[in-house]
T-cell receptor
Framework: DAGVTQSPTHLIKTRGQQVTLRCSPK?????VSWYQQALGQGPQFIFQ???????QRGNFPDRFSGHQFPNYSSELNVNALLLGDSALYLC?????????????FGPGTRLLVL | AQSVTQLGSHVSVSEGALVLLRCNYS??????LFWYVQYPNQGLQLLLK??????LVKGINGFEAEFKKSETSFHLTKPSAHMSDAAEYFC????????????FGQGTTLQVKP
């Protein structure tokens, strides 16, 4: 059973560019959450998708947007990249949303903005 | 609002010694608590979670954590450290809303000396 997968593993962009990160959830999971982990910090919640809708959003600007497809896979898009967007972006999936559900994390996409 | 504080950004123990990683939480409702481990250049792996079934929670790789409501703590322990335990450890509390977004502490780096 494949776990959460993310692509690409690494990415280098320049300021002002746009980037799209992809995530495939664990088999059977319908909820996908995205987190940003800056170097030396704990992950910060960006947003969560369930049934192709954004259910909750963290404290991130509108430059960060996402999408969930009918097969539950998800994309994270970041426009007008800033140097401060350099981070590890983690995708997590769960069987359902709710505070008791375990979120399973992918290996992450490391984004470097120059 | 929920929050998590991990006391000690770096902990160093000798191989075979007791591991104790501290986590205190703040929550206005009964919390769901998690410990995750992150090995270098990898995503997060769940060690254990507390969902109010039992105050002493056993996880993978010999780790366990005890929920103490009076102390608002959920410290992680392992009786005997192994070299392979060297990693970054994150404590997280689940948001009480319907999405269960995770709120992470800053993390504790565990070093195991031979």
């Amino acid at each position: 059973d494949a776990g959460v997968t993310q692509s690409p593993t690494h990415l280098i962009k320049t300021r002002g560019q746009q980037v799209t990160l992809r995530c495939s959830p664990k088999s059977g999971h319908d909820t996908v959450s995205w987190y940003q982990q800056a170097l030396g910090q704990g992950p910060q919640f960006i947003f969560q998708y369930y049934e192709e809708e954004e259910r909750q959003r963290g404290n991130f600007p509108d430059r960060f947007s996402g999408h969930q497809f009918p097969n539950y896979s998800s994309e994270l898009n970041v426009n007008a990249l800033l140097l401060g967007d350099s981070a590890l972006y983690l995708c997590a999936s769960s069987l359902d949303s709710g505070p008791q559900e375990t979120q399973y994390f992918g290996p992450g996409t490391r984004l470097l903005v120059l | 609002a929920q929050s998590v504080t991990q006391l000690g950004s770096h902990v160093s123990v000798s191989e075979g010694a007791l591991v104790l990683l501290r986590c205190n939480y703040s929550s206005s409702v009964p919390p769901y608590l998690f410990w995750y481990v992150q090995y270098p250049n990898q995503g997060l792996q769940l060690l254990l979670k507390y969902t109010s079934a039992a105050t002493l929670v056993k996880g993978i790789n010999g780790f366990e954590a005890e929920f103490k409501k009076s102390e608002t703590s959920f410290h992680l322990t392992k009786p005997s450290a192994h070299m392979s335990d060297a990693a970054e450890y994150f404590c997280a509390v689940s948001d009480s809303g319907n999405t269960g977004k995770l709120i992470f502490g800053q993390g504790t780096t565990l070093q195991v000396k031979p």
